[in-house]
């Protein structure tokens, strides 16, 4: 759905999936489906590998079950899949980074609204990729510390190709979260940064935030219009 955000904004666009392939497409759902809500005790006791490997664990396991994927049982797997990615991701953070220099000078409601409308975008982008998945295997290679950041680097091993991913985790509160994925090279929050910043250049802040809703009114246009 990230060319129908393309044709509603006319000066820049807002699709991550350009430029870094679609061998992720179960891994990259962990950032992208729902609202940011609190975290569980459990992901608390966790070393930032484990949060990782636990998540995209409790993610394959439910696009693994035979049962959720009957026809009719799409919707129901998403859900379970947005329950493991509430406490996993920092949505906040990663809005934070993507919009950058401006998010300083944003109120605290202005801030609520735009991290709103990120996730919607993360959301509308990569939902439906998880649809794509196909039994790839997730290899974990290394874990690099810095202060309250960490970077787990992990191999996507699929059919056709592999992918490397790098999830990059900030602990907040005692919790290791997720707020950045280097896929091939390429981060999402990098990637949407870079977009944004011409967007507000050629629009100002205010214009992109009305591109982003204007593109969240054409997709859940769709999303009803849609016969399944």
Request: aromatic letters at 8%.
């Amino acid at each position: 759905m990230g060319h129908i955000f393309h044709n509603a904004v006319s000066q820049g666009s807002i699709d991550s999936t350009q430029r870094i392939g679609l061998g992720w497409t179960a891994i990259i759902s962990l950032v992208g489906l729902l609202a940011l809500t609190g975290t569980g005790t459990a992901a608390a006791e966790q070393t930032p590998t484990e949060a990782v490997k636990s998540a995209i664990a409790e993610v394959v396991h439910i696009l693994d079950d035979a049962e959720l994927n009957q026809p009719g049982r799409a919707a129901e797997r998403r859900q379970r899949i947005e329950q493991v990615v509430r406490s996993r991701v920092s949505y906040e953070e990663m809005a934070k980074r993507a919009l950058g220099v401006p998010w300083m000078e944003l109120t605290s409601r202005e801030r609520q609204e735009f991290v709103g409308l990120f996730v919607q975008l993360l959301r509308d982008t990569f939902a439906g990729r998880i649809d794509d998945y196909i039994g790839e295997q997730v290899f974990y290679l290394s874990e690099q510390r810095e202060d309250r950041f960490i970077e787990v680097k992990t191999k996507l091993a699929g059919q056709k190709m592999d992918t490397l991913l790098d999830f990059r985790l900030v602990n907040q509160r005692g919790t290791w979260l997720v707020y950045d994925v280097v896929i091939d090279g390429a981060s999402i929050t990098g990637n949407y940064h870079a977009q944004f910043t011409s967007i507000i250049r050629d629009l100002s802040y205010a214009g992109l935030v009305q591109r982003m809703k204007e593109k969240t009114l054409v997709v859940k246009a769709f999303e009803t219009t849609t016969v399944p």
